[in-house]
């Protein structure tokens, strides 16, 4: 019998009007929300607060990248990749390959990483700390025909991945390849040793991971870009067909569809003028292709090999947003299409793609499933690859849905809460090549990485959530994690880091880098470590809302009760509320600040700490207990500027000294932060050695010696983001001119030698041995994705990158 909204309501003490909002923000059945405890309910309730988290991650990055102008350059980062290559075969040898005690000697991109027991982490003095049973988001998948146990896999962040062994260990193809945000794969079926893989994520609104066109590798390792894709409209290439002979390509991106048909795939050919979310070939012919909207609702089929397209009809009622496509591997002329609408919904053609007719799409209650959930932009995949059964169709939203009638009806088979199956948001499907009768395997990626089924058909048949029998998680090393920011306790070795989609989650030494565990949910953010008390630790979700642990990150958040920041959950209304002031920080409650909100504990007290919304707060008893009526104190110490806090900074030698930095490029400094109402000044907007930049500033990093001295670094592919002063602010120097011109994320001095400045880059790490007046030309890691924070453990630094998860070197002998 199917349990209604208002059983469901009575049963967890929410409203008829929460179920409904959780079933179709989830893309779930009410069956799966009776399962859910206590805390999990409140955390879903939760996310109904912020509806948009997708687009949100995105424009915050995109907001780093942006310029003056607020434009991005194309390809500028590739071009800074190519610049850097360039300098090093030109370098004086005598120069050597270590600066500051960090190896600065290899050319990006000049050499290839295949698969190693080590994932290929192992750089000189480098050391890869994990996740590496976490993942992240992971479009694309593609397998080895003959040789099923090599497999490649396409990071948003990490780039692409490669296993020999069936996804028991990942290895990057290459650690300093073009460009790491890689958001799509497609083989040569004539020729397996060709792949080709597409950079830049289109799949939002606002897309901030932009790419560098198509590359293509003939051996599985070395990759190099296809010149000719190094233009504007390949800025995001959403997905790669190839015709089964191999001779034509075609490229669908944000700004349309492109066809190339010469083998060295100099001319690229515009067939279709709208943005693109995919486009399949039919797998047995060559003249049939299909191709689906990325957020216009429509969809269209060639039958000439993609020189000319037409519009696909179907029938009752309009569509609307992006549309997933598969061909059924039985009979091609069966194609699927996933159409966003609200939640989702079910089309099928029998005519090769020509037009289409609804499905039922019911769930087990009669109702329409709402697979996609609130994001069907975001995560949305469709399979029909049974060779024997093209009825069997498997969906993608957020949770996994299987039909064993071509749609009509769909049952879920996995359940993003628990653990044991698989993660939520799904982006890739794909067979097993020798999936049949005797081999029913099928791989998925998501947000948690890469996942198996050994067989499909026994995967979702518990006769109740959760589904977790017969899922196989692959993030075996697979260290493609999106971190935004980290800290650690020296004395315990634990570290923290917020990830993104993937929460806050701890690193115990005791368990080595396959075993991170989680310790809020949701997405994670800025860090902190109490540096006397190793039970404590800080986190945040977003906008703001900072959580405590106080057992050494041995826990997770289980009932929603570790804000800090004024949230808590109200037994009463049975939804989220706010403390009254001064418990609750009003930038957070009203979603004033960053998506991603800088906060930080005084160096020198470690009971204060200061947080940015539009306003900067300070609490000076941060740990004081919570309860629904009270909790730490905030008091507003900083009136808004007009624009939201990016970056906050006190020297270790004077907690009166508080430097606070803007996303439109403003600073401030005070000189008596302690003090009830502290004074504050503009600096560096007057004066011949004025601060340039009016973009996002990303760090500020007070000298440890002289708080007078500050190094200050900004966002943007521009010239000068990095800045110094040595009197306060009063005057300027710009330290950027030997760096290349990406944004900065990050700086540190070495806690014996401060001389010796380290600095974060979009494109990996930076060294100096005079305090920034002179820096390495190349650098050679961790890796050349972003490394958004540096920190100490005594004198190792530590390197949370966003898209290949952290790092750490021993600086204790230089």
Not at 79 to 87: G, T
Not at 501 to 527: S, V
Not at 637 to 653: D, E, F, H, L, Q
Request: charged letters at 20%.
């Amino acid at each position: 019998m199917a349990l209604s909204d208002e059983q469901l309501a009575q049963s967890k003490n929410i409203t008829v009007e929460q179920v409904q909002q959780l079933r179709r923000s989830r893309g779930t059945t009410n069956e799966t929300l009776e399962t859910l405890s206590e805390g999990a309910v409140r955390r879903a309730l939760r996310r109904l607060n912020y509806p948009d988290l997708p687009n949100a991650r995105r424009a915050y990055r995109l907001k780093q990248e942006r310029g003056d102008d607020g434009a991005i350059p194309v390809h500028a980062r590739g071009r800074a990749i190519d610049r850097l290559r360039s300098v090093l075969e030109n370098r004086d040898t005598a120069s050597g390959p270590i600066t500051a005690g960090v190896p600065t000697g290899q050319a990006p991109g000049t050499r290839a990483r295949g698969p190693s027991p080590t994932a290929g982490m192992a750089l000189t003095h480098w050391e890869w700390l994990g996740p590496g049973n976490i993942g992240g988001r992971t479009r694309g998948i593609v397998i080895h025909p003959e040789q099923p146990e090599k497999m490649w896999a396409a990071s948003v962040g990490g780039g692409v991945w490669h296993s020999q062994d069936a996804g028991k260990q990942w290895a990057p193809v290459d650690d300093f390849l073009g460009n790491l945000a890689c958001s799509s794969l497609a083989m040569d079926p004539s020729d397996p040793n060709m792949i080709y893989a597409g950079t830049g994520e289109g799949f939002s609104n606002s897309d901030a991971l932009r790419g560098n066109g198509v590359f293509r590798t003939t051996d599985g390792a070395s990759w190099k870009p296809i010149t000719a894709t190094q233009t504007d409209d390949f800025q995001a290439v959403t997905r790669i067909a190839v015709s089964p002979t191999g001779e034509v390509v075609l490229a669908a991106t944000e700004t349309g569809l492109f066809r190339s048909a010469d083998p060295a795939r100099s001319t690229w050919t515009k067939v279709l003028d709208n943005p693109l979310g995919i486009v399949l070939f039919d797998p047995h012919d060559g003249d049939r292709a299909v191709a689906g909207a990325l957020d216009a609702g429509a969809a269209w089929a060639s039958q000439d090999g993609g020189r000319t397209w037409q519009r696909a009809g179907h029938g009752a009622g309009p569509w609307s947003g992006r549309i997933e496509l598969a061909y059924a591997a039985k009979d091609p002329t069966v194609v699927y299409a996933s159409v966003q609408m609200t939640s989702g919904r079910i089309w099928r053609s029998t005519d090769g793609g020509l037009t289409y007719k609804v499905t039922g799409t019911l769930d087990a209650d009669g109702r329409i499933a709402d697979y996609l959930g609130d994001q069907g932009w975001y995560g949305n995949a469709v399979w029909a690859g049974d060779p024997d059964d093209e009825n069997l169709v498997v969906v993608g939203g957020i949770n996994l849905w299987r039909s064993t009638d071509g749609g009509e009806h769909l049952a879920e088979i996995s359940t993003w809460f628990d653990p044991r199956s698989v993660h939520a948001d799904h982006h890739a499907i794909v067979s097993h090549p020798g999936y049949g009768k005797h081999n029913r395997t099928v791989y998925f990626g998501n947000d948690g990485g890469v996942f198996m089924a050994a067989d499909l058909t026994k995967v979702g048949v518990e006769p109740q959530t959760p589904f977790v029998k017969g899922w196989t998680e692959l993030d075996n090393n697979y260290g493609v994690t999106q971190f935004y920011g980290g800290a650690g306790h020296t004395g315990t070795g634990r570290i923290i880091g917020g990830a993104q989609d993937n929460g806050t989650i701890c690193f115990d030494p005791a368990r080595g880098t396959e075993d991170w565990r989680q310790i809020f949910g949701g997405d994670g953010g800025w860090c902190a470590a109490d540096p006397v008390d190793p039970k404590v630790f800080y986190g945040e979700y977003v906008f703001l809302g900072i959580h405590r642990n106080t057992d050494g990150g041995s826990s997770d958040d289980t009932n929603g009760d570790r804000y800090i920041t004024g949230q808590f959950f109200n037994d009463q209304k049975q939804d989220w509320d706010w403390k009254p002031v001064p418990f609750r920080i009003p930038d957070a409650m009203n979603q004033q600040a960053l998506f991603i909100a800088p906060f930080l504990l005084d160096p020198s007290v470690p009971d204060r700490m200061l947080a940015g919304g539009l306003s900067l707060w300070r609490t000076d008893n941060v740990k004081e207990t919570n309860t629904p009526t009270s909790g730490p104190s905030w008091r507003q110490i900083k009136p808004s500027a007009g624009r939201p806090i990016s970056a906050i900074a006190v020297p270790s030698t004077d907690s009166d000294v508080i430097w606070v930095g803007h996303d439109d490029g403003k600073l401030f400094r005070t000189a008596n932060g302690t003090a009830p109402t502290p004074a504050w000044d503009r600096v560096g907007a007057t004066g011949q050695q004025r601060l340039n930049p009016q973009r996002f500033c990303t760090c500020i990093a007070p000298h440890p010696t002289d708080p007078d001295t500050a190094y200050v670094t900004f966002g943007g592919f521009a010239p000068d983001n990095l800045w110094v002063t040595h009197d306060g602010g009063g005057s300027w120097q710009d330290l950027s001119a030997q760096l290349p011109d990406v944004p900065f994320r990050s700086l540190a001095f070495h806690p014996r030698r401060p001389e010796f400045v380290y600095c974060g880059t979009e494109i990996g790490l930076f060294a100096s041995e005079d305090a920034g007046q002179n820096w390495s030309p190349t650098n050679e890691g961790p890796t050349n994705c972003s490394v958004d924070q540096l920190f100490w453990m005594d004198e190792t630094l530590v390197c949370a990158t966003h898209g290949r998860g952290m790092f750490r070197i021993d600086l204790s002998g230089v």
